[in-house]
């Protein structure tokens, strides 16, 4: 595996020690957001000095992945990719595949990171794991992890509705010195600098960057998002039951309300019977999901969504990310006794 380098006489911090593992200079990760950061994404996001992630759906083809990882590894910076556990026990050749390109990082989230995370380890490939509570804190402590990134429930996409970001990145700090990442809820300079004023190694930012001009998500979806208000989103698992997508049910999803969660959010057990029933509705969320229309189809994305907007390149989001310095000085001016 790749190591994190050891502790120098004066202590080196575990955020200093994964950069330098890393390679980035700004403690930014955009999210491993399958259908939105593909191959451009990251680049672009590591090119800017963050790291960049690569996100690899359970449907995603051997085809896409050789050609959004070869995207990745394109500009000779480090980079990496999220890939879903539950996916990887009915199968490891989709991270096999990411490996062959590769990779300085993979994260493992969603179910038992062991199988895939010893695959990694013997490719020299550092491994993270998402938690979103603290059972799950507790499963990435173990020796085969080596990052953590505590993922409140304030995130968009699939993920637990347990814990809200600042608690659980406060307990994981607590309890360990592996380099543990923020992630939820983020979108600004403000926002870094709260997590790595706390101790965070890295903030790791989703929804933002969903909206990127390099994201892969369709016009309609990022200007649903860029348009989109905080209190806009809803936690539900009415898209994957509409879709039959058999995510495990302690992982549902925080996407932008629409006419389709305002219909059938409430009553789950009404939906499950509908689908089972009949295709009707898998079929028409399918169609809208290909015309990109946001009042059927999902778009996940998190409460940041009221921070983000259209139009911004990956290097104006982390040019932008990045005056988390300014941030933490003017509050070390303001606090300083």
Known sequence: MLELPENDAHGTRPENKLQ????????????????????????????????????????????????????????GHSWGAGLMAWVLAKNLDPLEQVLAHGPSFICVSFGDPGPAASLAHEAGVMVGMQVGNAAELARALEDDIDVVICRGNEGGGHGRNEVSTLPLLQLALQQTAKPVIAAGGLATAAGVAAVLGAGAAAAWIGTRFAAATESMSHANVKEAIGTAGMDDTIYTRAFDIAQRIDWPVEYGGRALRNDFSDTWAADLEKLGEAVASSDALTDSINEARTKADTSLAPVFAGQAAGLSRTGQSAAQIMADLAGFREVLDRSARRWRL
């Open 20 to 75: 330098e593992a890393l390679g980035y200079t700004e403690p930014i990760f955009n999210a491993s957001m399958a259908g939105a950061a593909g191959g451009s994404l990251a680049a672009a996001v590591s090119v800017a000095g963050g790291f960049g992630m690569l996100g690899i759906g359970g449907s995603s083809t051997k085809e896409w992945i050789d050609q959004e990882a070869s995207l990745a590894a394109s500009t």
